[in-house]
């Protein structure tokens, strides 16, 4: 009885190990680009968006007419898809016919760049990856760069960010980075890092100019926990990773989840949906300690936050259709901040307000960062046209947006805003 008790025992832990370790899959799966054409497609799409039952969106899905979203189907919901599209007259576009191909398409490819020890933009980056090389920076040139600690997540791990403020003078005004608030947008944070290595490695007189005139604050992984699980269990994940009011569902869109009129609207209450906004104001510790954090940043000039997909760059607000506090002048920066993207690959980004994009949107950080911390300029990007992107478009997305930075903050210090 004894030696049968144990080999139950040494199977059960066997198979718990198993579990633990084992990623989702999404053989045969589809991906479409779906298009809301009138307010029956907002009600089918708020509908899947709180009770997906086997469906994902990418994205919490833009609540206007006209937007588009990126659908995940599964093979088991193949028949019941098409009907609606056919009943509906739902516009799709099909991105793919198995989505597992495209995760191990970048996967095999992340895995063999890495093998060469070498930081650079050819590949994805684990987040232990990202911090390790952001301490060596700082160990490189203790005088000017830094890590900082916004706090720590739900499971325990550093939300670390690195400054850099040549000279370490005081009263420069700073620019804050902020990127992977949604976990499955990796490429929101490596953009963020090939900014920063761009600024501490060009040769170029003007970047070397702007460097050395503003203090610069990068956090690119801020759903530190979900982009862990983006890396071990479900590549499609979005929200936070902690357990909410139902024992079932774990985690929050961490960009609804800000004290600005917090489930008003653009998210779903529902802790099973991967728009659901949490369980209170501020209920994810990742974005209540990033708020304390940025009231302690000092002379607050610039914010810029990351997302993909669409290829937009965004204005607040988005909870309003009122305009934001100098319009006007990020409206001139932006229109030249786009045109400085088109010259690499011919890519257009579109420039407009949040809510003129996605509809309103309540819990943003773009939106709390502008009431609270008033920054002259605030952008909010979608990068790409994708949100699994390829290893290859890692660089190129990153040469765009450093241009497309480059000129924002030029552009501010020619007006004679700083």
């Not at 089918?44 to 006209?66: R, S, V």
């Not at 990856?129 to 760069?145: C, G, H, K, Q, V």
């Not at 804050?176 to 501490?200: C, D, K, P, V």
Request: proline fraction near 4%; glycine fraction near 6%; include cysteine.
């Amino acid at each position: 009885m004894g030696r049968l008790t144990s080999c139950l025992l040494v199977l059960s832990v066997l198979v718990t190990a198993a579990f633990c370790v084992e990623k989702a899959r999404f053989d045969f799966y589809r991906v479409y680009e779906v298009t809301a054409s009138d307010e029956i497609h907002l009600k089918i799409f708020q509908q899947i968006l709180d009770y997906p039952d086997g469906y994902k969106f990418m994205t919490t899905p833009k609540m206007l007419i006209g937007s588009t979203a990126q659908l995940i189907v599964p093979p088991h919901k193949f028949g019941e898809w098409s009907e609606w599209v056919e009943n509906f007259k739902i516009e799709v576009k099909l991105l793919s016919n198995n989505l597992q191909e495209m995760i191990d398409k970048e996967d095999a490819a992340t895995q063999r760049q890495r093998r060469t020890g070498v930081y650079d933009w050819s590949t994805y980056r684990s987040y232990n990856e990202t911090y390790a090389w952001m301490e060596s920076l700082a160990a490189s040139r203790p005088n000017d760069i830094s890590t900082f600690v916004v706090g720590k997540s739900y499971e325990g791990r550093d939300i670390k960010g690195l400054r850099v403020n040549i000279g370490n003078a005081t009263g420069k005004p700073s620019i804050f980075f902020e990127s992977n608030i949604h976990a499955n947008e990796w490429i929101g944070s490596h953009t963020t890092t090939y900014i920063m290595n761009q600024l501490l490695t060009s040769n170029d007189d003007d970047v070397k100019a702007l460097l050395e005139s503003f203090d610069w604050w990068f956090l690119p992984i801020l759903n530190i926990d979900g982009y862990e699980y983006t890396w071990n269990v479900d590549r499609t994940w979005r929200k936070t990773r902690r357990p909410t009011q139902n024992p079932l569902c774990h985690g929050a869109d961490p960009n609804r989840n800000w004290d600005v009129s917090w489930g008003a609207f653009g998210g779903s209450n529902l802790p099973c949906s991967s728009g659901y906004y949490g369980d209170f104001v501020f209920s994810e510790v990742e974005t209540k300690q990033l708020a304390e954090f940025l009231a302690t940043v000092p002379n607050s000039f610039g914010y810029i936050s990351f997302h993909s997909y669409g290829r937009l760059l965004m204005t607040p607000y988005a909870y309003t259709q009122a305009p934001v506090e100098d319009l006007q002048i990020m409206n001139g920066i932006g229109e030249k901040a786009t045109a400085a993207i088109s010259p690499f690959r011919g890519v257009s980004y579109r420039l407009g307000k949040i809510s003129d994009f996605f509809g309103l949107v309540a819990g943003s950080s773009v939106d709390y960062v502008a009431i609270n911390q008033k920054p002259k300029l605030v952008y909010c990007y979608e990068l790409s046209n994708n949100h699994i992107l390829p290893n290859e478009e890692i660089l190129a997305t990153g040469q765009e947006l450093f241009a497309s930075i480059k000129t924002i903050f030029t552009e501010a210090i020619n007006l004679g805003l700083v």
